[in-house]
């Protein structure tokens, strides 16, 4: 019975972090102007089950407008040379992505957002105030 109990908590944990993902990259999203038409696509099945309740979202990352991107290897190639928007779930893929505006990443338990201004300028990206304190000239 304790190991039932074990497994449950476990796995709201996981899902309590999905949902506060979901509710972190909405805020940001809604912070842009980039919001217009917006079709997303993920390699991460959960957010777009997430993402679809207030956004257009597709399995085909080449109808996509946005990428998010967890894992650069579960993207196709064809869809990262794409004139889409491309924001990362990992602070080593602002680096390995250069057409990257942004990330959302976990650091000591925190998330942390980095927006990269020079590429929002590249991109015509406005972010709102309130994204202001997150934004950054490089990769560090």
């Not at 990259?25 to 777009?48: A, F, G, R, Y």
């Not at 597709?58 to 928007?85: F, G, H, M, S, W």
Request: neutral net charge; aromatic residues 10%; charged residues 20%.
């Amino acid at each position: 019975m304790k190991w039932l109990l074990l497994i449950a908590i476990s796995l709201s944990l996981f899902a309590d972090d999905y949902t506060t993902k979901e509710k972190i990259l909405h805020s940001i999203l809604s912070q842009t102007n980039i919001k217009q038409n917006l079709i997303i696509w993920s390699d991460e099945s959960t957010i777009l089950n997430g993402l679809g309740k207030e956004y257009n979202t597709t399995n085909n990352c080449n109808n996509a407008t946005l990428l998010i991107i967890t894992e650069k290897e579960d993207v196709p190639q064809e869809c990262l040379q794409k004139q889409a928007y491309i924001f990362v779930l990992d602070y080593k893929l602002l680096s390995e992505i250069p057409q990257s505006f942004g990330a959302l990443f976990w650091k000591k338990g925190r998330a942390n957002i980095v927006i990269l201004e020079p590429r929002i300028k590249t991109q015509h990206i406005a972010v709102s105030e309130k994204l202001k304190p997150y934004l950054e000239n490089k990769v560090w």
